[in-house]
C-alpha cells in the first residue's frame, strides 16, 4: 500500500496539470457555492450597505462548507 502512495506522490505535473486540476475542482465547488448562497440569502437582508452585501455574498460562496455546516449546528 505504501508504495502506491509513494508512487502516486512521487508523479511530477506541470504548472499546466496543476492549474487544470483546480479548474476541475474548482468549478463544481463554485456551482455548489452559487446554489447553496442563492437558497440561503436571510443573512443579507440585514446588511444596509451594498460593497457590504457584495461582500458577504461572495464570502458565502466561497465559504459554503463552513456556513453549511454552522447553519445545521445553529439550529
Known sequence: ???YISKALDHEMKVS???GALILIGIPYGIVGIVW???HTSH???VDDPI???VSFLGAIV???VLTFSNVTMT
Do not use: H, I
Open 1 to 3: 500500500m505504501w508504495k
Open 17 to 19: 496539470e496543476f492549474l
Open 37 to 39: 448562497t442563492l437558497t
Open 44 to 46: 443579507l437582508a440585514d
Open 52 to 54: 457590504d452585501k457584495v
Open 63 to 65: 465559504c459554503w462548507p
